[in-house]
């Protein structure tokens, strides 16, 4: 049943962002920080992709049903396998991954104090992001961002 839930919940926001509307929950105001963290480091900002949101909700979910917090997926493997297997057109490929934090705020502080995290952040070469946020049934919360690169940035 619960299933059934969150697949309708999903359906319904999938209509929502395909009818125009303005989505302004956590997964789009991490983007928007993450963004501020680019002007800050003089570089453009992400354009929200839909593609990579979907890819990033479906990562997100696959951490919270297998309890696997890993960038390597159990089912897809690497992120760029992840864009291939969907067909999704990159040059470029980047992901972060996040646990246990409360809002968007929280993760992003937790990726500025990892070399490796704040350098997908602030990358000039990525163009486009997704961000899939989810909690479990103990209010654990699971992130993940997908980065990419386009040869056109596109939403």
């Not at 089912?75 to 760029?80: D, L």
């Not at 992840?82 to 067909?87: A, E, G, K, S, T």
């Not at 104090?113 to 602030?122: I, K, R």
């Given at each position: 049943m619960k299933k059934y839930f969150m697949l309708s919940l999903f359906l319904v926001f999938t209509m929502l962002c395909f009818s125009g509307y303005d989505y302004n929950g956590p997964e789009v105001?991490?983007?928007l920080l993450i963004?501020?963290?680019?002007e800050a480091s003089g570089v453009p900002s992400?354009?929200?992709?839909?593609?990579?949101?979907?890819?990033?909700?479906?990562k997100t979910e696959e951490m919270k049903t297998h309890k696997h917090f890993d960038h390597e997926s159990l089912?897809?493997?690497?992120?760029?396998q992840?864009?291939?297997?969907?067909?999704i057109s990159y040059t470029k490929v980047g992901a972060n991954i996040a646990m246990g934090h409360e809002t968007p705020k929280e993760v992003l502080e937790a990726w500025r104090?990892?070399?490796?995290?704040?350098?997908?952040?602030?990358?000039?070469c990525f163009t486009n992001?997704?961000?899939?946020?989810?909690?479990?049934?103990?209010?654990?919360?699971?992130?993940?961002?997908?980065?990419m690169t386009t040869d056109q940035a596109s939403p």
């Open positions: 105001e991490l983007v963004n501020k963290e680019r992400l354009i929200i992709n839909w593609e990579l949101t979907r890819l990033a909700r479906l089912v897809y493997g690497s992120p760029s992840l864009l291939d297997h969907f067909q104090n990892s070399v490796s995290h704040h350098a997908n952040l602030v990358n000039p992001a997704g961000v899939g946020i989810c909690w479990d049934d103990e209010g654990i919360s699971y992130w993940t961002l997908l980065l």
